[in-house]
Every structure is written in C-alpha cells, then in structure tokens.
C-alpha cells in the first residue's frame, strides 16, 4: 500500500489510472490494464517533453502523439480531458463506449479532437507513425532554412506486445529504419500479458535486438512503474539520437496497483469490478469518489494550456520571420498545409480523342501522375518494390532516403501493409500531403486492413493498384484478381475506380485528388485499351454514364455496362448488333459508388427502369452486379479462379469477347 502523502507527480498518474478505472468501470467494457500500467510513462511523456497546444489541437507544429496499443484507448481519453482539451470533458469520460460519445472504444481521430490517427488493429498505429514522422523529415528537408525551421516536431508512440507481434509493425520499423527516422520515438510497454495470458506462451523473442537488426537506436527502462526519472532520461537519450528512431522498452505491470488482477490476463480486456476498484482504490491511496480529480492535479495538468499557447505563439513568430525572408516558400507551405488546391490545377490532366495511340490504363496513370506532380507538389507516393511494373515513378524528383527527404518517390520494397498504413499516416498528418501507394490489385489482400482503415479514418489517399484481372495472362491464378474489385466495393467510403481509357483514367484521377478525406482506388490495366468515343474526364465524377447511343430511352432493346477494359468490348459488341437492328445502349461505370451517390433522376437517364434486358460485363466475379441488371438481366463475368497463359488467351478462354456479348445479348433478347 502507498503512503498517504503523495507528490504532484504520484496524483497526476493516479489521475490517469483512475479517470481510466473508472470509464471502463461506469461502461462495463474496456481495457483498463493498459492505462494503469503505462500511466507513468504517458505523464512523463506528456508532461515533459510533448509539445501541444490542449486549445487547438491542430496546431501545426505540434509533437504527434499514436496509441498504437488502441484497446488502452481511456488511457488517451484521460490525457486529454486532464491535459485540458475541450473535446474531452468528464461527461465524454462517463460516457466511454456509448451511442456517439467522444471517447468510442478505440481512439478514433474523425470523432475526438486530438486523436492523431484512428489505432485499434494492433500494428497499424506503430506503422501510421512511421507515416507521420515521414512527413515530418520530408516537410522540414523542403521548407527549413538555415536561419528559420518552421518544421520541427517529434513523433511518440506507445505500442505493446500485441502490436510487436503483429507483422506490420516489422515492416515499418525495417523502413523506419533503413530511412533513418530519427524524429520517430517508440515506448514498449512490456507488460508481458496478452489475452490469452502470460506472452511467454507465443512470444518470446528479444524484441530489442529486433529493433537493432532494423537500424534503430534502443533503451530499455527496467522500472516502468515507479522509475520516472529513467524513463524521462531515457527520452531525453533517444532525442538526442538524431538519424536513427528510437525504442525504449518499458517494463511495467498491467493493471498496476489491482491487489488481485495486477499481472493478468484478468485486467487487460474487462472491468475491474466494484470490489477489486475499491481495493485498488485503497492500494494507492485514492480517496476520491468515481470521476473526481482534486484541485491541485487539475492546476498542475492545466499548466499545459498557457505552455502551448506560448510554444505556438513562439511558432508564429518564427513563420512570420521565415514568411518575411521567405515569401514563397511560405505561400507554398500555408497552400499546402491548408489543403488548399491550386486554381484550374486538373488542366493539367490530358485528354484523348479515339485516334490517339491505345495505351494500358496503368500507363495512362503514369502520364497522369507526371502531370500532376509538377503542378501539386504535395502528391507524393511510390510502390511496393513494382514501380516499373505500377508505372509510379515522378520524374521531376529523385527517391526519399535518408539524406534525401525532401524527394517524393517513395520506395516500400516488398511490404505491401507497411505500405499502406505509412500512406494512412502520411495523409494524417495534417500538412496537406496527398500520398499514394501502388503495388498489384491481387496484392490488396495484403494490405485490406490498412486499406479499410484509409476509408474509415477519412485519409485522403490514392491506391494504384495494376494488373487489373485476368488479362494480366501468364503469371496465372495466383496473380490475377477476380473477387478483389467488388470486394473492394463493399468497403464504405471507399471510392473504387476502373477506367475504361486515357479520359476515364484522369478523370478519376481529378476526383480523387479534390475529394475530401476519401480515399481513392485506381483498378488500372496491364494490356492496351483504345481511347473511346463519348469517353470523358467529368463524366467519370458520376460514377456511370452514357457512353454511346443514339435512341430515345423508349426504343431501347438493350443496354450494356461495362468497366475497365470491357468497357470497349461492350461498344464492339453493341456495334455489331446495331449492324443487325437491335437498339443498344453502352454505359460506362467507372465507379459504382459515386453512380450510387446520384439522385434518382440521372440514375434513371443512365439506367432507365423501363429497359429489362441488360448485361453487366467485368473481368471479375459476378456478384454485385444483379442490383443494375435485374431479373431479366445477364452478368458476364468470372466466378472461379483464372489460368496461366497469354493474356488474350485467358480473357478469350472465359467468354469475354465481342461474340460472346453478342450471343449472350440474343439469348435475352429470344
């Protein structure tokens, strides 16, 4: 049992502990071990070193700070609500994990002012701040000057045995390392307890020497509990190391201070329970009912408010020097950071006419991103080790490496999910930064999570994804998509495109750039594709349109919808029954999910009700595409896996012709 006078510092933690203790408590959910242990490094952390302003939580030049360990989620719900952020009030406490509180079961960064990125997947946290601490060395190699740094913050985060066990997390501190991400400080909260009990039962690897095999510099605090000076000494060491991120693992006991539960499973992922909290309660010396935090912790916590308010001001007056000395580097940063676009920048975007020379749609997205890029300097972006197969490569600038940071071209090597979540944590940062990531469409199941997580967490990335289907040919099944893209179109808020031609391609390159926290996908060809007639690059902003006609909807027999790269196959087709004397409509739908957004008056001019007879064709499985074609309809796709030959071969061999649309359209039409 503690003693009854407690130091400022003791009370403090205490109060993390308990606001934590008591949230899980009040809901009945939660994971309260996390926070009890790890209590003592966060107030060393937050209280020492983190640079934040709790009255505007999006200052730009403000230390980011990830709970990687997401489950521990109260444990950053009380820092907050202590540390003085409005967007976290002891009513958001009492009200953790309910009906559209502030304070959700996993910190989520679209709901709670002062949550960085959203974390829960164990893993992805780590790896968003690899993404975070890459903005930060590229915005400072770009913008600092000798005489005036305008771009100067670190990247914390606490990460526990769950998330080292994960495999992204070894993806991104490889990277993190060979790049040298000296601003990037991890602490290890090594509380040896996972949910199935003791980690010694899975996980019994030196998680040190990993971190020295990948280029980081490592500490470790033996007394996570009550060692406040180590662990501050130990930051204080990891800052001073400047080209290598720093690890320090810290050695605590999970659920500190529970008489019964401390050092078990028991506490990691449920509430104490009423008699264990009062013996907790009693253990270290809190004499305070639920939610109470006394006066002097409340001062002491507050004193963050006037030293940000300072540290900003101090920042504005060192941008207002550099904007004197400066002044178009400073109009680029304060464009760039705000989001804000430059006007008539998608003139930039080419366009086609159909004698223009048939190009794959993946080199067409090479075209578009050297366009933009000179025009954007904000977009940057590499591929997962394909860059000459993903056509991805800016030309106007070299590679991000260590002593290269202000480059653009970012290369990930083989590590597809690490990719992804650098790309979530980049678009996070809040610096106006566009990323993209590329790598082929199969190799989306790699990364489906990190994906997912851009669509939820309202990052503005673009996904490149190449080799769209089986006409991909001889690298066979294992390579070829053929469920991905609807499958890919069930995730919400996730803005799938499959370009049929060069228009098709920068039109979707135009919305995903000024969408606004959407992320983008780009289905994109390896074979050729002709530039069509009626194609366009704002039509595309629809999600489906009319590609060709020339009949009333009235006299229509038929219509067919296409994307991607049958989207010619359905003109040819509708060509040739034309010839015959049918009436047929072609619709293009290069993104379903912005034709679903249309109202109900352009949907029907695209789709009129009164058409029945109607044929989907895709490269991919089938499913889905019932909604558009109806009872009397037929969908042309692929419903097993593909094969190993040409890639002409393949798509003949499964029935994606001119003659097979044909037959199909006269089997409907009787």
Not at 165 to 173: D, L, P, V
């Amino acid at each position: 049992m503690v003693v009854a006078t407690q130091s400022i510092q003791e009370l403090c933690i205490n109060a993390i502990r308990f606001l934590s203790i008591d949230g899980v408590e009040k809901a009945k959910s939660g994971h309260p071990g996390l926070p009890m242990g790890a209590a003592p490094m966060a107030f060393v952390l937050w209280d020492q070193f983190m640079k934040f302003n709790p009255k505007n939580p999006q200052w730009f030049n403000r230390d980011r700070f990830i709970l990687s360990a997401g489950h521990g989620s109260m444990l950053q719900y009380s820092l907050l609500h202590l540390y003085g952020y409005d967007s976290v009030t002891i009513e958001d406490i009492k009200q953790f994990r309910q009906w559209k509180s502030k304070t959700p079961g996993h910190p989520e960064n679209f709901v709670t002012a002062g949550i960085e990125v959203t974390t829960g997947p164990l893993g992805q946290g780590i790896a968003n701040g690899v993404g975070l601490a890459l903005a930060e060395a590229h915005l400072a190699a770009k913008f600092n000057k000798p005489d005036a740094t305008i771009v100067d913050h670190y990247t914390y985060v606490i990460l526990g045995d769950g998330c080292n066990m994960e495999g992204i997390s070894g993806e991104a501190a490889s990277l993190a390392g060979h790049w040298g991400l000296g601003k990037l400080i991890a602490l290890y909260d090594d509380n040896h307890i996972s949910i199935d009990g003791s980690t010694d039962i899975a996980f019994t690897e030196d998680v040190c020497k990993r971190y020295e095999a990948y280029g980081w510099h490592v500490q470790h605090v033996e007394n996570g509990n009550t060692d406040l000076e180590a662990i501050a000494s130990a930051i204080e060491a990891a800052k001073a190391v400047t080209d290598k991120p720093s690890l320090i693992k810290v050695t605590t006991t999970i659920g500190y201070g529970s008489p019964n539960k401390a050092d078990t499973a028991g506490v990691h992922g449920a509430a104490l329970g009423a008699d264990e909290v009062a013996l907790t309660r009693k253990e270290l010396g809190w004499n305070y009912d639920p939610f109470v935090v006394p006066e002097e912790v409340y001062n002491h916590f507050h004193k963050a408010i006037e030293r940000g308010a300072s540290l900003q001001a101090e920042w504005e007056e060192t941008f207002a020097t550099y904007k004197t000395k400066y002044p178009a580097e400073a109009t680029e940063f304060e464009n760039q950071i705000s989001g804000k676009l430059p006007e008539n920048w998608a003139d930039c975007l080419p366009s086609y006419t159909p004698e223009d020379k048939a190009l794959a749609s993946r080199k067409h997205s090479e075209i578009c991103l050297n366009a933009i890029a000179p025009v954007l300097p904000q977009l940057v972006g590499g591929s997962a080790d394909l860059t000459h197969s993903n056509l991805t490569e800016i030309h106007c600038s070299g590679d991000f490496q260590k002593g290269a940071y202000e480059n653009r071209n970012i290369h990930f090597g083989v590590r597809e999910h690490a990719m992804g979540a650098i790309c979530n944590g980049i678009a996070l940062h809040n610096s106006g930064l566009i990323p993209y990531g590329a790598t082929f469409l199969v190799f989306t199941d790699y990364m489906r999570n990190s994906i997912r997580l851009s669509a939820l967490s309202e990052a503005k990335v673009i996904w490149v994804m190449t080799h769209d289907s089986i006409a991909l040919g001889e690298d066979g099944p294992t390579h070829q998509p053929v469920e991905h893209v609807m499958s890919l179109r069930m995730i919400p808020d996730l803005l799938v495109f499959r370009p049929a031609d060069g228009n098709e391609t920068s039109g979707a390159y135009k919305v995903a750039i000024e969408a606004d926290k959407t992320p983008s996908l780009m289905a994109l060809t390896r074979q050729g594709l002709p530039n069509l007639a009626g194609s366009s690059i704002d039509a595309v902003a629809k999600g489906g349109y009319v590609l060709s006609c020339g009949f009333a909807p009235e006299e229509l027999d038929l219509i067919l919808i296409g994307t991607g790269s049958e989207v010619g196959l359905c003109v040819e087709a509708a060509e040739k029954l034309k010839a015959e004397g049918l009436k047929v409509r072609v619709v293009s739908m290069p993104c379903v999910e912005l034709f679903d957004q249309q109202d109900e008056a352009y949907k029907e001019s695209v789709l009129p009700k009164s058409v029945k007879k109607r044929i989907s064709v895709e490269a991919g499985v089938t499913y889905g595409w019932e909604r558009f074609v109806g009872d009397e309809g037929v969908c042309i796709g692929i419903n097993t896996f593909g094969a190993s030959a040409p890639g002409g071969v393949v798509m003949e061999k499964f029935g994606f012709t001119v003659d097979n649309v044909v037959a199909q359209a006269k089997a409907i039409l009787g």
